[in-house]
T-cell receptor, first 119, second 109 residues
Framework: GAVVSQHPSRVICKSGTSVKIECRSLDFQATTMFWYRQFPKQSLMLMATSNEGSKATYEQGVEKDKFLINHASLTLSTLTVTSAHPEDSSFYIC???????????????FGEGSRLTVL | QKEVEQNSGPLSVPEGAIASLNCTYSDRGSQSFFWYRQYSGKSPELIMSIYSNGDKEDGRFTAQLNKASQYVSLLIRDSQPSDSATYLCAVTNAGKSTFGDGTTLTVKP
């Protein structure tokens, strides 16, 4: 199956600092990538849809100025948590769909996830 | 009503038994359906995909889809302790996937 690499897997930062998480599709091109947040024992919550070369589409209730998403190429999307606070501590996961499969039926390939702890 | 509903569980079955996981969805325009397995602290991994009504088998896993009833299920035969995880049902329409809250399965040796 296709591989999506996410980095870093764990990050601890101080309150008020910014953290960048990278999501790369290693063996396929992804026109669209998705960013999720997951709190313990809860399901995935879609934060935003990242489209290559255009602005991300954010879900209702997600602050676009706090969670900056950049999708500069067909294989890389980044999520920057700006001015992080303890309540931002969570498991952040990206996923991507192989553009060759199309947007209608293609399965999602997930990155390994990044666990953010804000002190 | 949630767009994708799953029994939260926990579902507990003995080793070797059949585990049955169920999912209902509300969007009749949904086009593709997936089951993902998520181990604690890890990201989801694809188990099965199904696109048309009926059954689809892959090893010990069988996915069943009934679009008229808006229902999709996953059967795990000969359950193993390593199958213990949370199983997420995902429903996709026009490229957007919606996930259920997941069913936690425990397979007891």
């Amino acid at each position: 199956g296709a591989v999506v690499s996410q980095h870093p897997s764990r990050v601890i930062c101080k309150s008020g600092t910014s953290v960048k998480i990278e999501c790369r599709s290693l063996d396929f091109q992804a026109t669209t990538m998705f960013w999720y947040r997951q709190f313990p024992k809860q399901s995935l919550m879609l934060m935003a849809t990242s489209n290559e070369g255009s602005k991300a589409t954010y879900e209702q209730g997600v602050e676009k100025d706090k969670f900056l998403i950049n999708h500069a190429s067909l294989t890389l999307s980044t999520l920057t948590v700006t001015s992080a606070h303890p309540e931002d501590s969570s498991f952040y996961i990206c996923s991507a769909r192989d553009r060759r499969q199309g947007t209608v039926t293609g399965e999602l390939f997930f990155g390994e996830g990044s666990r953010l702890t804000v002190l | 009503q949630k767009e994708v509903e799953q029994n939260s569980g926990p579902l507990s079955v003995p080793e070797g038994a059949i585990a049955s996981l169920n999912c209902t969805y509300s969007d009749r325009g949904s086009q593709s359906f997936f089951w993902y397995r998520q181990y604690s602290g890890k990201s989801p991994e694809l188990i099965m995909s199904i696109y048309s009504n009926g059954d689809k088998e892959d090893g010990r896993f069988t996915a069943q889809l009934n679009k008229a009833s808006q229902y999709v299920s996953l059967l795990i035969r000969d359950s193993q302790p390593s199958d213990s995880a949370t199983y997420l049902c995902a429903v996709t329409n026009a490229g957007k996937s919606t996930f259920g809250d997941g069913t936690t399965l425990t397979v007891k040796p």
